[in-house]
């Protein structure tokens, strides 16, 4: 019997690792696998295998592929959508009218978190903006003080490269995050974005 608590114990442990998943959560969690057919158990687990062996960072944006470069990568577009995360690639793509090319920053400026501009993809951002394609990079972060310092820095950074920098407008509420968003205020942020 103690085996068992203790596999339980171990599975809920691994369940709290995950973002916004308290204790409750994660026995619930824990009991649902208990309670799933052993194909089922299997088909979560090989998800997750798959997962873990074939996603990557593409070589040239940042985000989740399984090729090298990404799909998005192997078309040119003149506009250059600088998110945070791989998951804001998602959340940009709900944008109607934008046509862009995607780079990910795997953060955002934070002194308090001890993040820096060298922590996060700024170099490989410029090294994109070298051939001259892209006329403009526009700064989809989320509209808090981690959000504004990283596209300040960012429009800083890019000046000399003569490249038009654009921020979302404030559509998107200060201090919230961009993935929830809904698909109009995407929309009217990214039409309504501004020159910084």
């Known amino acids: 019997m103690n085996n068992t608590l203790n596999a339980i114990a171990a599975l809920v442990n691994e369940f709290t690792k995950l973002p916004g998943v308290g204790q ?15 194909s089922e158990a299997e088909t979560f687990v090989a998800a997750i295998k798959t997962v873990k062996q074939k996603v990557k960072y593409c070589s040239v944006c940042g985000n989740f ?4 470069p990404c799909a998005n990568c192997s078309s040119v577009a003149n506009i250059l959508c600088v998110v945070a995360w791989p998951k804001d690639v998602l959340t940009a793509q709900r944008i109607k009218g934008l046509k862009a090319s995607y780079h990910v920053l795997h953060g955002t400026i934070s002194p308090l978190d001890g993040r820096t501009p060298d922590d996060i993809k700024l170099k490989e951002l410029v090294k994109r903006l070298g051939d001259g394609s892209v006329q403009e ?3 989809a ?10 596209g300040l820095y960012i429009a800083r950074l890019l000046k000399p490269l003569d490249v038009k920098v654009s921020r979302l407008a ?3 509420s200060m201090g919230s995050d961009l ?13 309504n974005r501004r020159t910084l």
Request: proline content about 4%; glycine content about 4%; aromatic content about 8%.
């Open 137 to 139: 990079v526009v700064l």
């Open 24 to 38: 409750k959560t994660a026995q619930r969690y824990a009991y649902k696998v208990i309670d799933m057919s052993p």
């Open 65 to 68: 592929t399984d090729v090298m």
């Open 170 to 172: 404030q559509g998107i």
């Open 141 to 150: 972060l989320n509209p808090d003080v981690e959000g504004e310092t990283t």
């Open 179 to 191: 993935e929830y968003a809904d698909e109009l205020t995407l929309t009217e942020a990214f039409n």
